[in-house]
């Protein structure tokens, strides 16, 4: 099938400002629209940057915007996509060039929640023990791959950069709840800080958005509830 | 413009096997680690099934047992000693996991639960044992974000988007990398005592595969270019469950969990040719059957492939142990695997050969077991070698982290005893002469191109089944393929972001990789493990009882082998 994709470009080597490039893509019906970009920049455009690797959403780096919604690249279908397929950077981060946006300020943040496991008894000879029950809790925030698709689906975001974003407070999550760790207050009193979850209004998009099907805007309650109950102030 | 760095140690590659060795290196030395991608992003992520460690955790596992597993599996090219280090340390690996927060899926008594896996059986191939450690079929992924959850506690360097070209050795000593920043195009020369190579694989060499786009064999490419060999590069693993066309993964952990394939007739063809492990035969072994029964008439519609049943396991089962190739299934063929047939077909998944090294990691540069100071590797760019001719299931994400470690600690002390001088303040930069070249190119070749031949060309004549006229009609191809490469013309000619140029860089880096895999795969005239040669079908233990070295000497392809170590366990008839 021919499909027209209009892509977002931007070379901050030769363009003052950003314009849409379109071209002309003979694909399959169920190529990914990574393939599409692939046959842009392989066949039409070697200029294009953007970046991916794994090709089936788990690696989290081609998290772009297409057809005004977040989505990993080669995890959407052309087929479901239309005639006309629009594809832009991630909206919030700063352009590098063209597909490619400045990712730092996002793992900045993620490292702010102390992303790892803390707990600073003796170490057991073998594992720690762990109910069935106690490790489903948190299942759902381990699958976070950090594309970045929700952070920069979010409204709040967008108006104000200091605010968290819920990726971190996913990962944030993924330790408070996991009853191994032991430093869910310090990473609470953080996210109860003026940048932290109660920027969030619960407008649902950043679940809209995840490619893992992560239940983002629960697990953002879920924080709150937990800042609420303990009493933690930021 | 050069800039000039100084660490005690660099990890080239942030996936499992780097990780591991910048969290033993970081208490003891000034170490950073350098990635063409983000950390996170690397393929270990992608890793599905789970991890074999013997704990015993649901029935009796002895580590003995995962050793004779890990060399039969291996057609017995293993190298004995090695394997049954890592089968060993396998265990401790997986509890200090557990103590960093890998999120395992757990026994209803709350030990790391654990599942069947291809190869791995109790009591030296009596039957099926449950061995692989995972958390649902997202194991690598878990492990990915654990190593990096560490390295950020430890407050490890990295730097991200650096693609590696070359590496420093001065008088017989390496001491360091140099480096392209691909957010400006400037050249960085990374200066160090110790250099761990922990790069990945090299799938992408093929047209079908299981691999990211990223592997490309960069940093293997990159030590043979500097006359380092690299060794048994003709076993090249094939994994038998790839979506068909798209050799997306489907963890073996199916097959664990039950799924079974099935030819046009409906029939468990697996039966017939592994009556004890069935399903759970070594993946090896499992490709050439499913070719063997298109080949005979019995692939689905006649066609070259067959189907995996997934239908008997149940919702339960698909959701909460094999969540995300249900989803893959999903996503890429419109299949509900509940209900309907997967079409699958083998998909490069493993390169088992690499850059030779001892068990500790250090790089050896000849049969004698010589090192190259200061050179390190691990991981599957690193040939150990504890999967000889054919890798078992699990055991990959065994190998980074047991070799990640044990190359680190190697690594601590090597740098705290100085052994080597610092490096030259003027290194060579030749490499900066090909950048240019690339960059400024007047030819009339696209890279693209000419990596669609060479994908299609190995998968056509250098995959499961091989003849001495495919491999050398396949050699004559990349000969003429690496001539093209010489008059490349890329479009983008910046130097911000330039995936355009790094495009045909890795390109460069696979041609010779193919041209390794095919020579190394035409000199070896017999079958063993993923090396099948139809002119020459049988094991022969009297001539090739041994390792491939494989050299380029002034341009031309040289060989010279290495014994297999051989402890317990006398090479046998491998039957499953």
């Given at each position: ?9 931007f070379n ?5 400002s950003s ?6 893509v ?5 190529d990914r629209?990574?393939?599409g ?10 200029t294009l940057?953007l970046?991916?690797s794994?090709?089936?959403?788990i690696?989290?780096?081609d998290?772009?915007?297409i ?5 990993l690249a080669c995890k959407v ?7 006309v397929?629009t594809?832009?950077p991630?909206?919030g ?6 597909l490619i946006?400045?990712m730092?300020?996002?793992?900045a943040?993620?490292?702010a ?6 707990n600073?008894?003796p ?7 762990q109910?069935?029950?106690d ?7 381990t699958k976070?791959?950090l ?5 920069t689906a979010?409204?709040i975001?967008w108006?104000?950069g200091?605010y968290v974003?819920?990726?971190?407070i996913?990962q944030?999550h993924?330790?408070i709840?996991d ?8 990473r609470?009193a ?8 109660f ?8 679940t809209d958005?995840c490619p893992?099907?992560i239940?983002?805007t629960?697990?953002?309650q879920?924080v709150k ?6 009493g933690?102030?930021? | 413009?050069?800039?000039r ?11 499992g ?10 208490p ?7 990635s063409?991608l ?5 393929h270990?992520g992608?890793a599905q099934?789970?991890i074999?460690a013997?704990?015993g955790?649901?029935?009796?596992d ?6 004779f597993?890990?060399v039969?599996?291996s ?7 090695a ?7 396998a265990?401790?690996?997986?509890y200090e996991l557990?103590?960093?927060g ?7 008594d709350?030990?790391?639960a654990?599942?069947r896996?291809g ?8 039957g099926?044992?449950r ?5 649902a079929?997202?194991t ?6 654990t190593?990096?959850q560490?390295?950020?506690r ?6 991200d988007?650096?693609?590696?070209l070359?590496?420093?050795?001065e ?7 140099v480096?392209y ?5 400037d050249?960085v020369?990374?200066?160090?005592l110790a250099?761990?190579f922990?790069?990945?694989?090299f ?5 079908v ?15 043979w270019r ?10 090249f693993q ?9 050799g997306?993964?489907?963890s073996?952990?199916a ?5 079974v ?16 492990m069935?399903?759970l035969?070594?993946?090896?072994m499992i490709?050439r ?5 298109v080949?005979?008439?019995r ?13 008997h ?5 698909l959701?909460h ?5 249900t989803?893959?299934?999903r996503v890429y063929m419109?299949?509900?695997p509940?209900r ?14 690499g850059i ?10 000849d049969e004698?077991d010589t090192?190259l100071?200061?050179f390190?590797?691990?991981?599957e760019?690193a040939c ?8 078992l299931?699990?055991?990959?994400l065994v190998?980074?982290?047991v ?6 600690r190697?690594m601590a002390e090597y740098?705290r005893?100085?052994?080597a001088?610092?490096g030259?303040?003027?290194?060579d930069?030749?490499i900066?002469?090909?950048?240019e070249?690339l960059r400024?190119?007047t030819?009339d ?7 669609e031949?060479l ?10 089944f091989?003849?001495?006229?495919d491999?050398?009609?396949a ?6 393929l690496q001539?093209?490469?010489r008059?490349v013309?890329?479009a ?13 860089l890795e390109l ?10 095919t020579?190394?795969a035409?000199?070896r005239?017999?079958s063993?493990?993923?090396h ?5 079908p049988?094991?022969?233990?009297v001539n ?7 050299y ?5 392809v ?10 317990r366990?006398?090479?046998k008839?491998r039957?499953?």
């Amino acid at each position: 099938m021919n499909v027209t994709f209009r892509i977002r470009r931007f070379n901050p080597e030769a363009d003052a400002s950003s314009y849409w490039g379109a071209y002309d893509v003979d694909a399959e019906p169920t190529d990914r629209v990574l393939d599409g970009l692939h046959y842009v920049k392989w066949r039409l455009d070697g200029t294009l940057a953007l970046r991916r690797s794994c090709g089936h959403g788990i690696c989290g780096s081609d998290a772009m915007v297409i057809n005004g919604r977040n989505r990993l690249a080669c995890k959407v279908l052309i087929k479901d996509m239309g005639r006309v397929i629009t594809v832009e950077p991630l909206r919030g981060f700063r352009v590098l060039k063209d597909l490619i946006v400045d990712m730092e300020p996002f793992f900045a943040k993620y490292r702010a929640v102390k992303p790892y496991l803390i707990n600073d008894d003796p170490a057991p000879a073998k594992e720690r023990l762990q109910s069935p029950e106690d490790r489903a809790r948190y299942d759902d925030t381990t699958k976070c791959i950090l594309c970045a698709a929700c952070t920069t689906a979010c409204p709040i975001f967008w108006s104000d950069g200091d605010y968290v974003g819920p990726a971190a407070i996913v990962q944030a999550h993924r330790f408070i709840f996991d009853n191994r760790d032991q430093a869910a207050d310090e990473r609470l009193a953080i996210l109860a800080e003026e940048s932290g979850a109660f920027r969030c209004r619960t407008i649902f998009n950043c679940t809209d958005a995840c490619p893992r099907g992560i239940d983002v805007t629960r697990a953002i309650q879920d924080v709150k509830r937990a800042i609420l109950l303990r009493g933690v102030s930021g | 413009m050069v800039s000039r760095l100084e660490f005690d140690a660099i990890v080239v590659g942030a996936g499992g096997a780097g990780l591991r060795a910048a969290l033993e290196l970081a208490p003891h030395a000034k170490v950073a680690v350098i990635s063409k991608l983000y950390p996170i992003r690397s393929h270990t992520g992608a890793a599905q099934g789970g991890i074999g460690a013997a704990l015993g955790n649901m029935e009796e596992d002895r580590w003995e047992w995962h050793t004779f597993d890990t060399v039969k599996g291996s057609d017995y090219l293993a190298d004995q000693d090695a394997a049954e280090v890592m089968c060993r340390e396998a265990i401790d690996t997986v509890y200090e996991l557990e103590r960093w927060g890998l999120p395992f899926d757990r026994t209803p008594d709350g030990l790391i639960a654990q599942r069947r896996f291809g190869g791995h059986t109790r009591n030296f191939g009596e039957g099926p044992v449950r061995r692989a450690c995972h958390a649902a079929d997202r194991t690598g992924h878990m492990i990915l974000q654990t190593m990096y959850q560490q390295c950020i506690r430890r407050n490890v360097t990295f730097f991200d988007e650096y693609q590696v070209l070359d590496l420093l050795v001065e008088n017989g000593v390496c001491h360091g990398v140099v480096a392209y920043r691909v957010a400006d195009g400037d050249l960085v020369t990374f200066h160090s005592l110790a250099v761990l190579f922990a790069v990945g694989g090299f799938g992408r060499i093929y047209k079908v595969t299981s691999n990211a786009h990223a592997l490309t064999g960069d940093g293997v490419a990159i030590a043979w270019r500097r006359g380092i060999p690299l060794e048994d590069m003709e076993f090249f693993q094939f994994h038998p469950t790839g979506i068909y066309k798209l050799g997306i993964l489907l963890s073996e952990a199916a097959r664990g969990e039950g799924a079974v394939m099935v030819n046009d007739k409906g029939e468990r063809f697996m039966e017939r040719y592994a009556p004890t492990m069935k399903d759970l035969a070594p993946r090896d072994m499992i490709s050439r059957y499913i070719y063997q029964e298109v080949r005979e008439g019995r692939g689905i519609g006649g066609k070259d492939f067959v189907h995996l049943d997934f239908r008997h396991l149940g919702p339960d089962v698909l959701v909460h142990k094999l969540p995300d190739i249900t989803e893959f299934v999903r996503v890429y063929m419109g299949l509900d695997p509940a209900r309907e047939l997967v079409p699958i077909q083998p998909t490069a998944h493993y390169a088992m050969g690499g850059i030779p090294t001892d068990i500790d990691g250090r790089v050896i540069i000849d049969e004698h077991d010589t090192p190259l100071l200061g050179f390190y590797a691990a991981g599957e760019c690193a040939c150990v070698s504890v999967h000889g001719a054919n890798r078992l299931g699990t055991n990959s994400l065994v190998d980074i982290l047991v070799f990640g470690r044990r190359a680190g600690r190697h690594m601590a002390e090597y740098v705290r005893e100085g052994a080597a001088a610092a490096g030259s303040h003027n290194p060579d930069l030749a490499i900066r002469g090909e950048i240019e070249r690339l960059r400024g190119g007047t030819g009339d070749e696209s890279a693209a191109t000419i990596r669609e031949m060479l994908q299609q060309e190995m998968m056509d004549k250098v995959s499961v089944f091989r003849t001495g006229g495919d491999l050398d009609a396949a050699l004559q191809t990349i000969h003429a393929l690496q001539e093209r490469f010489r008059r490349v013309r890329i479009a983008d000619r910046g130097r911000q972001f330039n995936t355009d140029l790094l495009e045909a860089l890795e390109l460069g880096y696979m041609l010779d990789l193919a041209e390794a895999t095919t020579a190394s795969a035409l000199h070896r005239t017999e079958s063993r493990g993923a090396h099948s040669r139809e002119d020459y079908p049988q094991r022969d233990d009297v001539n090739w009882l041994k390792h491939t070295l494989c050299y380029r000497r002034d341009g031309r392809v040289e060989f010279r082998h290495k014994p297999v170590v051989i402890t317990r366990f006398a090479p046998k008839e491998r039957t499953y």
